[in-house]
């Protein structure tokens, strides 16, 4: 792709402003996105974070998820941080029983996962895909990936030995063109996940 | 199960209190008594809900001291739904908002809605690992807020009126007093922050960024989908419905009205669409015929 690329960052509910301003900062258009209308120009999608059920009940009720859908299977670049790592994931535990995703990635997230708001936590995470220095993540509310498929790639884990867990907790992943992390790279100045999901979007 | 981090990790930052505020923007964040409730709100697409005893318009027609609620009830609606629970403690109740921080619930709302426990001071939030929601009527009670640790101010308005006058007369004083700033010389700050009774490094902020530090919602008389999607067009970054949704006559319909309004909220063909058949919205009270002494949003120093 030659042209700048504009992604959407979708638009239900959610740190949509925070997104938007980390695409621009990185050097691509940025738009927000809530109808299947305004999905038809762009080259990749963002899925903020924001509240997974919430997000999912007014997919449905907005007719979609089968728009969104279909623009993956056409190959569209999807990158989706906490309730969007929720959103791109094929199965969801502690959710609503009528939850909704849109797919793309063959894992299962756990909601949830590290607890209530009063557990949400900042931790610095090795990341190779983004360089040696460590990314400064928050998780907030955050899922985490409880199992992987086998084409899905680990970008990132929370090493057992920083938490009393017996193994490391994985938090970012990809499959092909669909990348999802349980942090928040848009609420920190870091650029350097957004400008690995703005090269996919270029590949693709 | 969940996961427990420590080590090299760190909770209740200042980020991970405000991020956790930016994550509600665009949503819904209503009023609950109960866990039935809770559920009609979630079930409509509510972003969190607020557990209560009263509803606010309860409060204003009973009367009496009201206070933080039983814990059982907190307990009953943080099991009943999977969004995330707030709950309300007495301005200045510092052990009401350790009781519900022990509970844990995930947002304090320190609300002039409930009795004041203390006329001169606010809870010190910093010493809290849960984050506060905070009200305000102008930019300098939201920055004293702020400075005592909120990470997000919602508007004031009336609550349990159904008048949304107040709700925007907030939100316009707020944002005009921010772009007052941002359009004056550095050397103007100082005189600035002691007239809006600010610290001075706070209104420097503001001044520089034209935006509040931390998430700003609406709230107070907010009782139709087209109140909610005004006050997103007035820069809202979202909504608490007091009394609105079950003082009405279909709580479930108004519910998934108002969520929708607040989504579509520049799309005035969703907002008529969805404002179709509502039935009877809360009666409501004008803010003009509440005396002043009796007005809740003159709570708050």
Redesign the interface.
């Known amino acids: 792709m030659s042209k700048t690329p504009t992604i959407g960052v979708l638009a239900i509910q959610g740190d949509v402003r925070e997104h938007i301003r980390a695409l621009s900062d990185s050097g691509v258009n940025a738009v927000a996105v809530k109808t299947a209308k305004s999905f038809e120009n762009i080259d990749g999608l963002v899925v903020p974070g924001g509240e997974s059920t919430t997000m999912s009940i007014l997919a449905i009720k907005n007719d979609l998820f089968k728009p969104l859908r279909a623009m993956q299977q056409q190959g569209m670049p999807m990158y989706g941080s906490c309730a969007g790592l929720i959103m791109l994931s094929n199965t969801v535990t502690d959710g609503r029983a009528d939850q909704e995703t849109i797919g793309g990635l063959d894992i299962i997230a756990q909601r949830n996962a590290f607890g209530r708001q009063v557990d949400s936590f900042e931790i610095d995470l090795d990341i190779p895909a983004i360089g040696d220095v460590p990314f400064h993540a928050l998780f907030i509310r955050a899922p985490l990936v409880a199992s992987i498929g086998p084409d899905v790639e680990v970008l990132a884990s929370i090493p057992a030995a920083a938490t009393n867990d017996e193994t490391d907790r994985i938090v970012a992943v990809r499959q092909g063109n669909v990348m999802a992390t349980s942090f928040h790279p848009e609420i920190t100045d870091d650029l350097r996940i957004h400008q690995l999901f703005i090269d996919i979007v270029r590949a693709s | 199960m969940?996961?427990?981090?420590?080590?090299?990790?760190?909770?209740?930052?200042d980020?991970?209190k405000r991020?956790?505020a930016?994550?509600?923007?665009?949503?819904v964040i209503m009023d609950v008594v109960n866990a039935e409730q809770a559920k009609i709100a979630?079930?409509?697409?509510?972003?969190?809900v607020m557990a209560l005893e009263r509803v606010p318009a309860d409060i204003r027609a009973e009367g009496g001291v009201s206070r933080m609620s039983d814990p059982d009830m907190i307990q009953g609606i943080i099991d009943a739904v999977?969004?995330?629970v707030m709950a309300k403690a007495r301005i200045g109740h510092f052990v009401e908002a350790q009781v519900i921080?022990s509970l844990?619930?995930?947002?304090i709302d320190e609300s002039e809605v409930l009795t004041p426990a203390d006329y001169t001071h606010h809870i010190d939030k910093w010493a809290f690992?849960?984050?506060f929601v905070c009200g305000a009527t102008n930019l300098g009670e939201a920055l004293r807020r702020i400075n005592e640790g909120a990470a997000m101010i919602r508007s004031k308005g009336e609550a349990g009126t159904g008048d949304v006058s107040n709700a925007v007369m907030h939100m316009r004083t707020i944002r005009a007093e921010i772009n007052r700033l941002s359009s004056m010389a550095e050397d103007e700050l100082y005189v600035a922050a002691k007239e809006i009774q600010a610290p001075y490094d706070l209104v420097v902020e503001v001044a520089r960024n034209g935006k509040l530090p931390v998430v700003l919602f609406t709230a107070g008389g907010i009782a139709t989908p087209a109140d909610a999607a005004m006050m997103m067009q007035m820069g809202a970054d979202g909504v608490f419905v007091g009394s609105g949704i079950f003082k009405s006559g279909n709580p479930a319909q108004r519910a998934?009205a108002i969520?929708?309004a607040t989504?579509?909220y520049e799309d005035a063909d969703v907002i008529a669409n969805v404002s179709r058949g509502l039935g009877e919205a809360m009666v409501g009270i004008n803010v003009a015929d509440i005396p002043v002494p009796h007005r809740l949003a003159e709570r708050g120093w």
Request: hydrophobic residues 35%; charged residues 15%; proline residues 4%.
């Open positions: 969940t996961s427990n981090v420590s080590n090299n990790a760190v909770t209740g930052t980020r991970v991020g956790m930016d994550m509600l923007k665009g949503g979630e079930d409509a697409g509510a972003i969190a999977s969004i995330p921080q844990g619930v995930d947002y690992t849960v984050p998934n969520v929708q989504m579509h």
